[in-house]
């Protein structure tokens, strides 16, 4: 089983970045996929979460109307399109799969907001 997150780096702040998450070995299709992030020195939180079939998605109130949460099954890919990115944004985001007991978790990637 492998998660993978890319499309991290470093970004001005007002600026826009496209994070994507490809996922192996477990049937994606029937997961629900999530994106969370983790600053220093803070909790772990939840930004937004796509059903099994994208019919649903949901967001943290600090991301609604800056972010879009996607996936395509039949390439086993998340994405998370962020615009209008603020300095309180810079944490690493990590992609997480779900599904009954099955918890699957990619290693991170660092998205930094400069000011």
């Known amino acids: 089983v492998q998660v993978v997150e890319s499309g991290g780096g470093l970004v001005q702040s007002g600026g826009s970045l496209t994070l994507s998450c490809v996922g192996s070995?477990?049937?994606?299709?029937?997961?629900?996929m999530r994106w969370y992030r983790q600053a220093p020195g803070k909790e772990r939180e939840l930004v937004a979460s796509?059903?099994?079939?994208?019919?649903?998605?949901n967001y943290a109130d600090s991301m609604k109307g800056r972010a879009t949460i996607s996936r395509d099954n039949a390439k086993n890919m998340v994405y998370l399109q962020m615009t209008n990115l603020k300095p309180e944004d810079t944490a690493v985001y990590y992609c997480?799969?779900?599904?009954?007991?099955?918890?699957?978790w990619g290693q991170g990637t660092q998205v930094t907001v400069s000011v």
């Open positions: 997480n799969a779900r599904a009954f007991a099955n918890d699957h």
């Open positions: 070995g477990f049937t994606f299709r029937t997961y629900t």
């Open positions: 796509i059903s099994s079939t994208g019919g649903s998605t």
